[in-house]
T-cell receptor
């Protein structure tokens, strides 16, 4: 099955700086890559996603890039704010249904 | 539009008992997936239901089962509970005809087995 690796496991940045989280996947048939933000006591919240026919997608301060050849994708958060502090998960999905393979998560702390 | 609703939010059960968790997806969504989240194993896929049929299944023992009703609401059942079943159980709702698409999670049911 698909295997998704995520780095780093923890990340601390100063408010206003950028944060980058990287993921790799193993199955070249995966074609959908969502990113989720999970705050304490809540379920994961979809923040951005990308399909394999697109190399980059941006939504305000958040962007995701995908390199199909290298089988890796990254989340970029610019101008970080304290409310960005949370655990972020990447995921990959095959075109067989809504079964997501998740990375192990990155705990992001934005220091005011 | 209402989000994904999971009930109950918290459960405490004794080892050996069984438990049923419920999930109401976003209105119009026909796909419901279930995940187990633990500190050690992270988010692991249990199963997905689409139009009352199990479409995908993860690598969990047969003690874990689920079903989906005609109104797309879903239940999952865990029989003969073990201490290791203590986890946050999350339900995700997806709509549309695309096989893999945006999934929206509920707040989860926190199950504690004692």
């Amino acid at each position: 099955g698909e295997n998704v690796e995520q780095h780093p496991s923890t990340l601390s940045v100063q408010e206003g700086d950028s944060a980058v989280i990287k993921c790799t996947y193993s199955d070249s048939a995966s074609n959908y890559f969502p990113w989720y933000k999970q705050e304490l006591g809540k379920g994961p919240q979809l923040i951005i996603d990308i399909r394999s026919n697109v190399g980059e997608k941006k939504d305000q301060r958040i962007a995701v890039t995908l390199n199909k050849t290298a089988k890796h994708f990254s989340l970029h958060i610019t101008e970080t704010q304290p409310e960005d502090s949370a655990v972020y998960f990447c995921a990959a999905s095959l075109p067989t249904g809504n079964q997501f393979y998740f990375g192990t998560g990155t705990s992001l702390t934005v220091i005011p | 539009k209402a989000g994904v609703t999971q009930t109950p939010r918290y459960l405490i059960k004794t080892r050996g008992q069984q438990v049923t968790l419920s999930c109401s997806p976003i209105s119009g969504h026909r796909s419901v997936s279930w995940y187990q989240q633990t500190p050690g194993q992270g988010l692991q896929f249990l199963f997905e239901y689409f139009s009352e049929t199990q479409r995908n299944k993860g690598n969990f023992p047969g003690r874990f089962s689920g079903r989906q009703f005609s109104n797309s609401r879903s239940e999952m059942n865990v029989s003969t509970l073990e201490l290791g079943d203590s986890a946050l159980y999350l339900c995700a709702s997806s709509g549309g005809q695309v096989l893999n698409t945006e999934a929206f999670f509920g707040q989860g049911t926190r199950l504690t087995v004692v």
